[in-house]
């Protein structure tokens, strides 16, 4: 009876540290022992993660007041795999580069799974596994990367404030105005002194 509700967001979402290794990054890459990452410790990064009714995702009263409270007017779908996305061994590369955008990405596993890495505050990979139902917003500025899992499948709503612009600025581009917003805001704040120097 005293044991805290366990976080449902842990069945759809699940974070941990990267180890070194450049073996295929379709595989967990968990640290030897495993170091799991709180979603207290994403938020510090402005990581903001919600499990929704991905079965459900039309009528979703909970999607919905998200999409009002933060302006999401656009919204489409992406799907992720061999078979549905053209010129994908080449798409699946780029994904993988580590980079950043000047809006918010949004991301809501509607099937599949995948994974997004980023950055913390000691330029450590935090690698964040996405499974259906989970949904993942990564703020502007921050410095990421997406692979598929093992299963090589995902289907994603993205969305969006006003229109789309998926434009991804490759590392380093640390004089972008959301770059610099992102260090203000999650980065300095949080480390004083410890503040990175994003170039290195």
């Known amino acids: 009876m005293g044991v805290p509700d366990k976080d449902p967001r842990e069945e759809v979402l699940q974070a941990w540290f990267m180890d070194d290794s450049d073996e ?10 495993k170091e799991y990452v709180s979603f207290d410790k994403l938020a510090e990064l402005g990581v903001l993660s919600y499990r929704l009714d991905a079965d459900n995702y039309e009528n979703d009263e909970e999607l919905k007041k998200i999409r009002e409270e933060r302006g999401y007017s656009y919204m489409d779908f992406c799907e992720v795999c061999p078979e549905k996305l053209p010129n994908y061994e080449e ?19 509607v099937a599949g799974s995948g994974y997004f890495d980023v950055r913390d505050h000691n330029e450590q990979w935090i690698r964040v596994w996405l499974k259906k139902g989970g949904m993942i917003i990564l703020p502007a500025g921050i410095y990421h990367r997406f692979t598929l899992d093992t299963d090589n499948y995902i289907k994603a709503m993205r969305l969006f404030i006003g229109d789309p612009v998926w434009t991804p600025y490759n590392r380093p581009h640390d004089h972008l105005p959301a770059r610099k917003e992102y260090l203000e805001n999650f980065v300095e704040k949080k480390g004083g002194n410890q503040a990175i120097d994003a170039a290195a």
């Open 24 to 33: 295929d990054q379709r595989l967990p890459h968990h640290r030897d022992p």
């Open 91 to 109: 798409k699946i590369k780029n994904f993988f580069e580590e980079h950043l955008h000047t809006d918010e990405e949004i991301r809501y596993c």
